[in-house]
């Protein structure tokens, strides 16, 4: 079986955080516990869209020691491929889901003597749930969180008024922008710094912390991709001797499991390497989406990661 | 020159580099011996605007020279036992984009390597250049003693006594390699002892 | 059922002995007539009833002996025991993973009562009662790790994962197969493993390691291991081979079969929920050669692997000098009838001994 266990679960409660952000909580259907898990963790949530299932990973954002309840965020996504918009148009409370056990491929390190946190928009999500076993384990942190405006803060206000001495707010539209050279250059040694947020975010704050000489480990970064859209093609499984046609609005790995594939997957988000496939033949382009594969790798044409990447062209085989 | 070539080993044996620039607000570095060529050969001007020296020259005369560099500071210490409070007391005040150079014997590197990864700088991002002895800090496993300047092998633990064979197995937390009992299973018959590299 | 604990010990006067219900269930590491590397992981969820794979963590009859003589090891050397410091989150979660799977898969042996941070934990076969606040280690006597490994049969190491790598940050060591955990904390999985001969070359480890990173919650993992031990000896330590390594010119061919032992580790891996490090229990069990020939499978099977087995790996294992008397013994088991796949003993159906 591909990824990893899976919990049975109802959605017991769905709050509108802000325009474009609801948050979701669940339970186990059982009444039973759910596993604790380490703060930056993930969950990837079924979603039955008609004809379509979607696996999309959502952070973890409730305390980590709470087993009654996992919450998630989800931000609306008009232009993406329908999965944000099932979760805030389709799922009511007392919907029956299935989720997966929790994942961490943004754990803290926690030899640090102190964690930086650098949050961007919904990108806040993963620190909700590491503040809370900082402040359980007695953690030193500190967080700068940049949102576009006041009104679409997700849990600003909840931060600021417990953590007004480690959460800093930076609006866009007021111009607030994080010192982040002053912010690097005094952390002291020992500091882990972390960043979720936009890409542009991400790569600012990696070639800033490298251009000040900080350590490549000690600089942490998650970024989930959410599959894109794309032209349909055509791809022969070698393997489960099929050949399959990935849709507009499917990713690759979503259409070998709607053939009945059991392909290997984590994430789902270009960031694991579980699904990582060899490339047995192939005459076109690949559109690689990934962050795991290096550059030549992708330039190689010998590995593709199906559940981001596309590919267009005229023949497409996989050892899968 | 004072450098060696050491041969191919397991992976737990550290492999020594070559120091170079890096970017960075300060830079420590620290060296014993025939390390301060390495210091040396990576020293710019800019550099030493912000860099620490900390040397231990063991009888060698490289002290002018590293002092005409023209750090920010430097510091000329009769051992390394007498340089620790003063490393631990500069990594106290360091920053992240601190950057740390390494250079000199493997017990120094080891040594001052352990009191950096203690302060909290990953050990991967520690540089490091092997100069001059290539005697080892050997750990004896059966009573834990450190034996300095290791040259032959085997040779005799300075705490216990016991003939001990050298091992390429190496501890960054203890910063030594491991020295295991010759003659367990035939007591007293002990080869002789050649040096470590032919 | 109810396990009759067994009056026995593992140095001295070595009265350790397998009963018919220990040797039966032996986990015999062969399941062909060869040995050699490789990434031999399977799900760990549970096997045959009785075997040693039902359960979580194993409880057979030398727990109590096994759980006395690693007291004594830590009493001469509290260094076989260390945690480094951000480890403490990962013994809070290993003693947690314990005590629920102790308590639910034998629950006439060990109770577990939580009422929020309120634990009670009762181990009737030691004879322990203690109540505690989860994640306060002030209100236990040890730390968690250590406390709750000194009530569970074989070694526990604790490894930390970052930078796609897993790091040896703790660990409860005195039943190992020759290694340091003194010398080895902090150490990465390339380097604990450095001294490993032919596996780094043939790729073993970095597969071994990718698989390893990837274990997630609620999905444990399994493999066994072997080595060849001379007397009932737990305590294989470096630390303490000037002592030990002796033994092993004591063998002869009168003694061979009641003092030559296979050594076999049953390696399990779990994901820890709120630490993220990866708990990798190394469970020894130990049968000697005469009764390991009671099985005529086993007899005919570990001939063959010893007599075939690389130069490099006799000599890893530590038995190369004893070799040649290993194989005059086994030569007797064998009598050149082939042997069914696996590696349980079907001594039901496997033809007797033709010699």
């Given at each position: 079986m591909s990824g990893?266990?899976?919990?049975?679960?109802?959605?017991?409660?769905?709050?509108?955080?802000?325009?474009?952000?609801?948050?979701?909580?669940?339970?186990?259907?059982d009444g039973g516990l759910l596993p604790t898990f380490s703060g930056g963790a993930h969950t990837v949530v079924e979603m039955k869209d008609g004809d379509i299932t979607r696996l999309n990973p959502y952070s973890l954002m409730s305390d980590p020691m709470d087993q009654s309840a996992y919450t998630i965020s989800v931000r609306r996504d008009d232009e993406g491929r329908g999965g944000s918009l099932f979760m805030h148009n389709k799922v009511s409370v007392g919907?029956?889901?299935?989720?997966?056990?929790?994942?961490?491929?943004?754990?803290?390190d926690l030899r640090a003597k102190k964690h930086l946190f650098l949050a961007g928009g919904i990108g806040i999500t993963p620190f909700l749930s590491q503040i809370k076993q900082c402040e359980r384990l007695g953690d030193a942190w500190e967080l700068h969180y940049a949102c576009r405006n006041a009104a679409l803060g997700s849990y600003v206000d909840e931060l600021t008024a417990a953590h007004p001495f480690e959460a800093h707010v930076y609006y866009d539209d007021e111009k607030q922008v994080i010192a982040l050279e002053n912010l690097l250059n005094g952390q002291p040694i020992g500091t882990h710094v972390y960043v979720c947020g936009p890409k542009g975010m991400i790569t600012w704050v990696r070639a800033t912390a490298e251009k000040l000489g900080w350590p490549r480990e000690a600089v942490h970064y998650e970024e989930f991709l959410a599959p894109q859209p794309g032209k349909p093609f055509e791809v022969r499984l070698a393997v489960s001797n099929k050949t399959i046609q990935v849709g507009k609005d499917e990713s690759l790995l979503e259409a070998m499991e709607r053939s009945g594939v059991d392909a290997p997957y984590l994430c789902r988000g270009g960031a694991c390497g579980q699904c990582e496939t060899r490339v047995i033949d192939y005459a076109g382009a690949f559109i690689h989406r990934d962050h795991w594969l290096e550059d030549d790798e992708h330039a190689s044409g010998e590995k593709i990661m199906p559940c981001v990447s596309r590919f267009e062209g005229k023949t497409l085989v996989l050892d899968r | 020159m004072s450098k060696f070539e050491f041969p191919k080993?397991?992976?737990?044996?550290?492999?020594?580099?070559?120091?170079?620039?890096?970017?960075?607000?300060?830079?420590?570095?620290?060296?014993?011996?025939?390390?301060?060529?390495?210091?040396?050969?990576?020293?710019t001007p800019e550099m030493m605007e912000s860099a620490h020296i900390i040397f231990i020259p063991k009888g060698t005369d490289y002290a002018k020279r590293l002092r005409a560099l023209n750090p920010a500071q430097f510091y000329d210490g009769p051992s390394y036992a007498a340089s620790v409070t003063r490393i631990q007391r500069v990594l106290l005040g360091?920053?992240?984009?601190?950057?740390?150079?390494?250079?000199?014997?493997?017990?120094?590197?080891?040594?001052?390597?352990?009191?950096c990864t203690n302060a909290g700088i990953p050990h991967t991002a520690i540089q490091t250049e092997h100069r001059g002895s290539t005697a080892r800090r050997m750990q004896c496993v059966h009573c834990k003693g450190f034996t300095e300047d290791v040259a032959i092998d085997p040779f005799v633990c300075s705490h216990c006594g016991l003939n001990l064979f050298v091992r390429d197995h190496y501890s960054r937390r203890y910063a030594a390699y491991q020295g295991v009992c010759v003659d367990a299973e035939d007591p007293g018959n002990v080869p002789p002892s050649k040096g470590i590299y032919p | 059922m109810t396990i009759q604990f067994n009056d026995e010990t593992f140095r001295g006067d070595y009265s350790f002995k397998n009963s018919d219900w220990a040797i039966q269930r032996f986990p015999f590491p062969f399941h062909e007539d060869s040995y050699m590397y490789s990434v031999n992981m399977e799900q760990h969820r549970g096997g045959p009833k009785g075997s040693i794979y039902e359960k979580r963590f194993d409880v057979d009859e030398h727990y109590l002996a096994e759980m006395r003589d690693r007291a004594m090891v830590l009493d001469d050397d509290p260094l076989r025991c260390q945690s480094l410091p951000h480890m403490t989150l990962a013994g809070w979660d290993l003693l947690e993973l314990i005590m629920v799977s102790k308590s639910e898969d034998y629950p006439d042996l060990f109770?577990?009562?939580?009422?929020?941070?309120?634990?009670?934990?009762?181990?009737?076969?030691?004879?322990?009662?203690?109540?505690?606040?989860?994640?306060?280690?002030?209100?236990?006597?040890?730390?968690?790790?250590?406390?709750?490994?000194?009530?569970a049969q074989g070694d526990f190491a604790v490894l930390d994962q970052r930078d796609d790598n897993l790091w040896m940050d703790a660990g409860m060591i005195t039943t190992q197969a020759d290694w340091s955990l003194d010398f080895d904390i902090g150490m990465n999985f390339f380097e604990w493993h450095a001294p490993v001969p032919l596996a780094h070359e043939k790729g073993i480890f970095v597969r071994a390691l990718k698989f390893l990173l990837n274990i997630q919650q609620g999905a444990p993992a399994r493999r066994l291991n072997w080595t060849m031990t001379v007397n009932p000896l737990l305590d294989t330590s470096p630390e303490n081979y000037h002592k030990w390594g002796v033994q092993k010119t004591e063998i002869t061919p009168e003694n061979i079969g009641s003092k030559q032992h296979l050594r076999v580790e049953l390696q399990t891996f779990f994901r820890l929920p709120r630490s993220n490090a990866l708990v990798f229990p190394i469970r020894c069990y130990l049968c000697n050669f005469q009764d390991l020939m009671s099985m005529p499978k086993w007899g005919r099977r570990l001939h063959r692997v010893i007599r075939d087995l690389p130069e490099e790996l006799a000599t890893y294992k530590g038995f190369i000098d004893n070799r040649p008397m290993m194989l005059d013994y086994l030569e007797k088991f064998d009598d050149g009838l082939p042997t069914s796949p696996g590696i349980w003993p079907e001594f039901e159906t496997e033809p007797p001994l033709q010699k």
């Open positions: 990893a266990e899976k919990i049975d679960v109802t959605v017991t409660e769905i709050v509108p955080v802000n325009a474009l952000v609801k948050r979701f909580k669940f339970e186990r259907r919907d029956e889901m299935v989720i997966s056990y929790p994942v961490n491929l943004f754990s803290l | 080993s397991i992976l737990s044996r550290p492999v020594w580099g070559t120091l170079e620039p890096r970017r960075g607000l300060h830079h420590l570095m620290i060296a014993d011996a025939e390390g301060a060529e390495a210091i040396l050969d990576v020293a360091a920053k992240m984009s601190t950057q740390v150079y390494l250079s000199g014997t493997e017990s120094l590197m080891g040594q001052a390597m352990l009191e | 109770e577990l009562h939580r009422n929020g941070d309120q634990w009670r934990w009762i181990n009737k076969p030691m004879g322990i009662d203690d109540s505690f606040t989860f994640l306060d280690a002030a209100t236990l006597p040890y730390g968690p790790m250590e406390y709750i490994t000194r009530q």
